[in-house]
């Protein structure tokens, strides 16, 4: 289901893919998410602890990623009771379209799969985003990770 805007495609997620998605994480967070959040808060959250884990997560579920010709630029997934779990694009493409394209494509799966809704727990600063793109702040919450607490938002959106 290759989808595109300008010159992004997309392609399903494979085993070699996870380093380039693993890249995109910690340059997104270290360079974007830095804005919203403090140095402790980015260090804690900027670690991906075990590659084989990380490669499982992103293999057990559906994950696509975005690409600028061979060169991947963002990834996303949609796990089955319809959660957005993660969406990150590569800085150098912010502001692109390609953050939309990717959730272009899983909308299209949600509904492929009858799901009602999708949702997310979106950070500081993926929050704009999906509010402009009619998600709805469900609940604000504090979360852990790695003794630092962050602030998020469950947003949810229908499927009509």
């Known amino acids: ?12 997620y494979d085993p070699g893919d996870a380093q380039a ?9 270290r360079e974007v ?7 402790a808060q980015i260090t804690a959250w900027a670690k991906v602890d075990d ?15 975005a690409m600028d010709g061979s060169t991947p630029v963002g990834f996303t997934d949609l ?3 319809g959660c957005l779990d993660m969406m990150f694009v590569d800085p150098d493409y912010q502001g692109r379209g390609v953050a939309s394209l990717l959730l272009a494509t899983v909308e299209q799966a949600a509904r492929e799969r009858s799901l009602s809704r999708i949702f997310t727990e979106a950070s500081l600063t993926a929050r704009p985003f999906f509010e402009r793109r009619g998600f709805l702040v469900m609940t604000m919450q504090q979360v ?4 630092q607490t ?3 938002f469950l947003m949810e959106k229908p499927l009509r």
């Open 1 to 12: 289901m290759p989808a595109s805007q300008d010159k992004f495609s997309v392609k399903a």
């Open 21 to 29: 998605t693993i890249d995109i994480f910690l340059r997104a967070i």
């Open 33 to 39: 998410a830095s804005r919203d959040y403090s140095p």
């Open 51 to 65: 590659g084989e884990v990380w490669a499982q997560y992103r293999a057990s579920r559906p994950t696509w990623l």
């Open 79 to 81: 796990k089955a009771d």
């Open 144 to 147: 852990q990770k790695r003794g």
């Open 150 to 152: 962050f602030i998020n």
